[in-house]
């Protein structure tokens, strides 16, 4: 997501990312003065999202009860969506909201992963 370590392929990274992210440069982080290829809220998911596929699996009970109904993580985006609605949201609640929405998805691949290696019951 950082364009400025892609030295000749930021143009494809920002083309990339563009049809899922507004890439609005003022909600974005900047790094070395140059614009990350995803805006704050889209960093946060993507954040949130691979701190979840590193966390979950050292919390097997929470997993275990929150993929029995993964319903359930969409209420993990309310915040999100309220931070969405807000005209005085900031770069950091955009940020967070992102990592605390992201963070559950990343259950789902990884319990559909178990599902497909685990041995058929016979």
């Given amino acids: 997501m950082?364009?400025?370590f892609a030295e000749g392929y930021a143009d494809?990274?920002?083309w990339v990312l563009h049809p899922v992210c507004h890439q609005i440069s003022e909600?974005?982080?900047?790094?070395?003065g140059e614009p990350l290829a995803a805006c704050h809220r889209c960093t946060g998911l993507y954040a949130g999202f691979t701190?979840?596929?590193?966390?979950?699996?050292?919390?097997?009970g929470v997993a275990a009860r929150l993929s029995a109904n993964p319903r359930w993580i969409v209420v993990f985006f309310v915040p999100l969506l309220v931070d969405w609605a807000?005209?005085?949201?900031t770069p950091a609640t955009?940020?967070?909201?992102?990592?605390?929405?992201?963070?559950?998805?990343?259950?789902l691949p990884l319990v559909a992963l178990g599902?497909?290696?685990a041995e058929p019951v016979t």
């Fill in 51 to 60: 701190f979840g596929l590193l966390i979950w699996p050292w919390w097997p």
């Fill in 2 to 4: 950082a364009p400025p």
């Fill in 86 to 89: 807000m005209v005085w949201n």
């Fill in 94 to 107: 955009r940020f967070v909201t992102g990592v605390v929405a992201g963070f559950p998805v990343a259950l």
């Fill in 27 to 32: 909600r974005s982080f900047h790094l070395f």
């Fill in 12 to 14: 494809l990274l920002r």
């Fill in 115 to 117: 599902e497909r290696t």
